[in-house]
C-alpha cells in the first residue's frame, strides 16, 4: 500500500495517576512466590519493564478516548466538523454492542455523516484503524479522520494474581503462561489524519505493509469474549514462541515494506516497535539488521499496552524531540494471531497534547 495523499496530522494520548512497579506487583504474588521458591526482581529481570500504570475500576474506555481523541483535535486546532470517520481500536471496549465509537462519537460532537466503527485486531488494533482511514482518504472519501483506542489492564492482572494464588497445581514451567499478562499496562492514544491538501504538519504516511503469518494464532488467547469495565479476563500465552514467530513474521514482512515505501534500511531515521519488553526488542531489531539506537521504548514505564502502545511511543518519542523534522519514521507493528504491519511516515512537524486521567 502506498500514499501520497495522507498525513499523520497529530497525536493526543492519556496516561493514569496510578503507578504499580514491578516490585508491588511481586509483593500480590507473594503466595504463589513462595510455594514455587520464585526469586524476587524475576518479573523486571526477564521484561525489562519497572512499572505500568492503571485507570481506576469502572473508568470506561470511552471515557478516556474521548480525552484522548479532543487532546489530538486541539494539538492540530482541526475543526471536529471535518471529522469523516472515527475508529475506535482498542481491545478494551464498554461493551459487546454498540460500538465504543458510538459513544467517543457523540461525547465528540461529531457530525452525523461521520462513519464510525470498531476493529479489533489485538496489539495493532489502533495501526488497523490507522490503514483503513489512510485508505478512505487517499481515494477521496473523507478529508480527515480520528483513530483512537484505550487499553485498560487492571483487570487483566488482577485477574491472573488471584488465579496463579489460588491455582496451586501451577509450576515453575506452567507458570510461564501467565507471564505475559502481568507485563499488561494501561493507556489511552488517539492519532489524526487529514488530506495533504489540509495539512499543517505534512507528515506523510509514505507506506504501508502487511503480513498474516495465521498459521500460530493459538500462541496468545483469551478465555470467553468479554467486555465493560466489569470483564475479568484471562490470557493464555507461550510467550517464546509467539516472540520468535513474531519476529519471523516482522522479518517476512520487511521486503514489501522497504518495496512498498522505496526506502533501504540506511534510509530510516528512527523506529517504534510493538512495546513487548527488552527480549522482543533486542530479537526484533537485530533480526531486522536495525540498529537498536534509533529505537524508542516506553515499555519500561508503561508496560505493554496493547493496540496503544505503538502509537503513543510514538507521540512520547516526538514530543520528547527523539524524532525531529526530516526523519523518516518506520513503526513496526506485530501482533498475536500472527499479525505484522509496518508504516513509513516522513515526519516534518510534530503537533501532540497529553494528560494525566484524574477521575472526577
Known amino acids: 500500500m502506498q500514499y501520497t495523499d495522507v498525513c499523520i496530522e497529530s497525536f493526543g494520548y492519556t496516561i493514569p495517576e496510578e503507578i504499580w512497579d514491578s516490585a508491588t506487583l511481586e509483593a500480590k504474588l507473594e503466595p504463589i512466590y513462595k510455594r514455587l521458591r520464585l526469586p524476587e526482581g524475576r518479573l523486571e529481570l526477564m521484561t525489562g519493564i519497572k512499572e505500568r500504570r492503571f485507570w481506576p475500576r469502572e473508568t470506561k474506555p470511552s471515557e478516556l478516548s474521548q480525552n484522548s481523541a479532543r487532546l489530538a483535535l486541539e494539538a492540530a486546532d482541526f475543526d471536529p466538523s471535518r471529522v469523516g470517520s472515527l475508529i475506535h481500536g482498542s481491545v478494551c471496549r464498554d461493551f459487546l454492542e454498540p460500538a465504543t465509537a458510538c459513544t467517543v462519537h457523540n461525547q465528540l460532537g461529531l457530525p452525523r455523516k461521520c462513519l464510525i466503527f470498531d476493529v479489533s485486531n489485538a496489539c495493532l488494533g489502533i495501526l488497523t484503524g490507522v490503514v483503513q482511514a489512510a485508505n478512505m482518504i487517499q481515494l477521496g472519501q473523507i478529508e480527515a479522520a480520528l483513530v483512537v483506542g484505550s487499553e485498560g489492564g487492571r483487570q487483566l492482572v488482577e485477574t491472573t494474581i488471584n488465579t496463579l494464588n489460588r491455582d496451586t497445581s501451577l509450576t515453575r514451567k506452567s ?98 516497535c510493538h512495546q513487548v519488553g527488552v527480549a522482543h526488542q533486542k530479537l526484533m531489531l537485530q533480526s531486522l539488521g536495525i540498529n537498536p539506537d534509533l529505537d524508542y521504548s516506553t515499555f519500561p514505564w508503561l508496560g505493554n499496552t496493547g493496540a496503544a502502545a505503538l502509537p503513543i511511543t510514538m507521540a512520547v518519542a516526538c514530543e520528547k524531540e527523539f524524532i525531529t523534522p526530516g526523519q523518516r519514521v518506520a513503526m513496526l507493528g506485530i501482533g498475536s494471531g500472527i499479525n505484522c504491519m509496518m508504516l513509513g511516515v516522513e515526519w516534518n512537524k510534530t503537533c501532540v497534547r497529553s494528560s494525566i486521567f484524574k477521575p472526577q
Open 175 to 272: 507458570i510461564k503462561s501467565a507471564v505475559a499478562s502481568l507485563t499488561i499496562g494501561s493507556a489511552s492514544c488517539a492519532v489524526l489524519l487529514t488530506h495533504a491538501s489540509i495539512s499543517q504538519t505534512q507528515n506523510r504516511l509514505v507506506a504501508a505493509a502487511v503480513n498474516a503469518n495465521t498459521q500460530f494464532h493459538d500462541l496468545c488467547q483469551s478465555h470467553n469474549d468479554q467486555a465493560g469495565v466489569e470483564m475479568q479476563p484471562l490470557m493464555k500465552t507461550d510467550s517464546e514462541k509467539l516472540m520468535h514467530h513474531g519476529v519471523e513474521t516482522g522479518v517476512a514482512t520487511l521486503p514489501n515494506f522497504l518495496e512498498q515505501s522505496q526506502w533501504s534500511i540506511p534510509d530510516i531515521d528512527r523506529v517504534i
